[in-house]
């Protein structure tokens, strides 16, 4: 049996366990024919919408076994069946519901699909998914089962990373999401141990949740699990909760209730909130409600950054962009709060977002069934950037998740051992926790490396300076090239643009860009310097000497093109700074047209390129030139007998050139 805090929205209740913030669409009852019927059934929507699910499911089924239906009588019972996360009765009953009618709203198009994962019917899920892409307009949800076509390809590329097992802690009933204490795990658990009021959930059938915890052993195995934390645990639901690292701070997710007062919203409902308490000796005093919980949303299942200034949590408050979001809020220095701030679309859609577990390596874990999964509840993971914001979502694939719900990930980064709750086939109870290892990191690796060296002798530069920034020109590191040329910025993002600037004395500064791979590997940058002056002799290209691009012209044409003219006025230049070097204009022509044609043509070129330079102030004097048509070509895009040629336009452009040669200096 599945007890999870839902988190689907239209009633703003939510139940804790494991499941989502849950908000109810409660539709107007069906008329049947028999009036003791319509009772039934009315009964049984009131069971519903007190969320006692396991009553209104036997109900429901009953009227159904007699033949009476209605959209909205299947509508519920799919939907009892799916936020109790039971996801192969839900995609029965779905199914019934598509059958009697696809008059429905696009929502159930998208909990079908998912319920029909569950079951591993992929092909009929898609085509639900497409479905609910037509019908939804511009939900997220939709956009990503687009955009991600080849999901199930890329979760099969991320799969075959964990061993899992059974973590030994768990009872017949639902025992769900954990934490790390010092050397202990708690958890959360509906089995009953005494101790405290033994009163049952009428929507699970099991006890309220509190806090268990276990000795972690050798490998990350757990010793026999005993009741934790006697003042935190509570007559309703208790769960999800972190711990700072010297173990004297707790924050966890309980019912509104404190001090004996239980809180409900405008309509009647008691949610869900934060709490925070602190060790006193060996017991847990303070339990206080964080300030930006209220009455009318629920906050839950908090999480905290490696440095403990951040807490993550899930909620449904204003702002939400779907069932259920994840955000996070500033802990500051003198023990207050900010403003909670969500944390996007990247992370956040218009589905259930929520169980987040954030890694000391600037990574965010989290279930999700917005993003594409396998069925359910998914666990998903996403790299934080220095600005907050998050590199694209990935499934992490296989064992790890399978068609039912998987959530609340939580890992030792250093012994890559860790544990994930999952209501997967083969199970102890409801929910059940596993242990798994870690046995190859999903993160793509890139590392940034590359050499400088002279452009014109290719010999390698010592003494470089290179800066890497990023896309924004943010400055992000700063090496000195070794005697060999070479630079290494280690590790950096994969699928990544970054700009590196290069800087040597006598050299021009060149700044280049680069976009790493997309998979994990090594990225190599060659750097080649210009000398800021260069010596030159006479018979070298000046062109060549100084950068200047080749003179180009149109075809069949002869006249100066703005381009053109650009790239002459860097030759105007260095002839005026050099009032005593003399060049030989050679002008050239691709091969079409006949070769008496093209001599002619290019001479006409080359006395065009001399009377602007002339124009312009030099004199005649210091200027030859001469025409070579098609005789010295660049490249085998010659036309000669035929005066036919295949090669693509740019290849004769290439021909189409002048060049400008020193003769006298």
């Given at each position: 049996m599945k007890s999870k805090i839902h988190e689907h929205q239209k009633n703003n209740s939510i139940m804790v366990s494991k499941n989502r913030i849950i908000y109810l669409v409660v539709a107007c009852i069906a008329s049947m024919s028999m009036s003791g019927q319509k009772l039934k059934e009315a009964k049984a929507d009131q069971q519903y919408d007190k969320f006692a699910y396991v009553d209104a499911i036997k109900t429901y089924e009953r009227i159904f076994a007699k033949g009476y239906k209605s959209q909205e009588m299947l509508q519920k019972l799919g939907d009892s069946y799916y936020f109790k996360a039971d996801l192969d009765n839900a995609a029965k009953w779905y199914g019934e519901l598509f059958a009697f009618t696809q008059d429905v709203e696009p929502e159930y198009y998208y909990r079908y699909a998912q319920s029909l994962k569950a079951i591993k019917d992929y092909k009929k899920a898609d085509e639900m998914l497409v479905k609910f892409n037509q019908k939804s307009g511009n939900d997220l949800r939709a956009k990503l089962a687009t955009a991600q076509k080849d999901y199930l390809a890329q979760i099969k590329k991320n799969s075959g990373r964990y061993t899992l097992e059974n973590a030994g802690i768990n009872s017949e009933y639902s025992d769900y999401g954990s934490a790390f204490s010092g050397t202990k795990v708690v958890f959360a658990s509906a089995r009953d141990t005494g101790g405290l009021s033994n009163k049952r959930h009428s929507w699970t059938g099991e006890s309220f949740t509190n806090l268990y915890s276990a000795n972690i052993g050798d490998q990350g195995a757990l010793s026999e699990p005993g009741r934790f934390g006697a003042n935190l645990n509570s007559k309703f639901h208790e769960s999800t909760p972190v711990f700072t690292k010297d173990g004297k701070t707790v924050y966890f997710t309980r019912n509104n209730f404190l001090d004996g007062k239980k809180g409900k919203d405008a309509r009647k409902s008691t949610l869900l909130k934060l709490y925070k308490a602190t060790l006193d000796g060996d017991k847990w005093s303070d339990v206080t409600e964080l300030p930006f919980n209220s009455n009318e949303y629920s906050v839950a299942h908090p999480a905290l950054s490696a440095d403990e200034k951040t807490l993550y949590f899930?909620?449904?408050?204003?702002?939400?962009?779907?069932?259920?979001?994840?955000?996070?809020?500033?802990?500051?220095?003198?023990?207050?709060?900010?403003?909670?701030?969500?944390?996007?679309?990247?992370?956040?859609?218009?589905?259930?977002?929520?169980?987040?577990?954030?890694?000391?390596?600037?990574?965010?874990?989290?279930?999700?069934?917005?993003?594409?999964?396998?069925?359910?509840?998914?666990?998903?993971?996403?790299?934080?950037?220095?600005?907050?914001?998050?590199?694209?979502?990935?499934?992490?694939?296989?064992?790890?998740?399978?068609?039912?719900?998987?959530?609340?990930?939580?890992?030792?980064?250093?012994?890559?051992?860790?544990?994930?709750?999952?209501?997967?086939?083969?199970?102890?109870?409801?929910?059940?926790?596993?242990?798994?290892?870690?046995?190859?990191?999903?993160?793509?690796?890139?590392?940034?490396?590359?050499?400088?060296?002279?452009?014109?002798?290719?010999?390698?530069?010592?003494?470089?300076?290179?800066?890497?920034?990023?896309?924004?020109?943010?400055?992000?590191?700063?090496?000195?090239?070794?005697?060999?040329?070479?630079?290494?910025?280690?590790?950096?993002?994969?699928?990544?643009?970054?700009?590196?600037?290069?800087?040597?004395?006598?050299?021009?500064?060149?700044?280049?860009?680069?976009?790493?791979?997309?998979?994990?590997?090594?990225s190599f940058v060659p750097v080649e310097l210009e000398k800021a002056v260069k010596p030159v002799q006479p018979g070298d290209d000046l062109a060549k000497a100084f950068g200047i691009k080749i003179i180009y012209f149109d075809l069949d044409k002869s006249f100066i093109r703005p381009d053109a003219a650009v790239e002459l006025a860097k030759i105007l230049d260095v002839m005026e700074q050099n009032p005593t070097m003399e060049i030989d204009v050679r002008s050239h022509t691709d091969c079409r047209q006949t070769a008496k044609y093209n001599m002619a043509l290019s001479g006409r070129r080359a006395k065009s390129t001399i009377a602007w330079l002339v124009e312009k102030g030099i004199a005649k004097s210091r200027l030859t030139g001469k025409g070579y048509g098609e005789s010295q070509l660049v490249n085998d895009c010659g036309c000669e007998p035929t005066n036919q040629s295949s090669c693509t336009e740019e290849q004769h452009q290439a021909n189409r050139r002048s060049e400008f040669i020193i003769t006298k200096l």
């Open positions: 899930a909620s449904n408050m204003p702002g939400t962009l779907g069932q259920s979001d994840l955000f996070k809020v500033e802990i500051k220095s003198d023990g207050s709060y900010g403003t909670p701030v969500n944390l996007g679309n990247t992370i956040n859609t218009e589905g259930r977002e929520t169980f987040p577990m954030v890694t000391n390596e600037d990574e965010i874990y989290f279930a999700s069934d917005g993003h594409p999964g396998l069925g359910g509840l998914d666990v998903f993971v996403a790299k934080e950037q220095a600005d907050g914001s998050f590199k694209k979502v990935e499934n992490v694939g296989e064992p790890l998740n399978s068609s039912k719900d998987d959530f609340a990930y939580l890992i030792n980064t250093s012994s890559r051992i860790g544990y994930v709750t999952s209501n997967r086939d083969g199970g102890q109870g409801g929910d059940d926790i596993y242990r798994f290892k870690e046995t190859k990191k999903l993160e793509c690796e890139q590392f940034l490396t590359g050499v400088v060296t002279d452009k014109e002798t290719g010999l390698p530069l010592s003494g470089a300076r290179v800066t890497l920034s990023d896309a924004n020109y943010k400055k992000l590191q700063e090496v000195i090239s070794d005697k060999d040329g070479k630079f290494d910025f280690g590790k950096v993002d994969c699928g990544t643009k970054y700009y590196i600037k290069t800087e040597k004395p006598e050299y021009n500064t060149l700044e280049t860009s680069t976009i790493t791979k997309e998979e994990s590997g090594k």
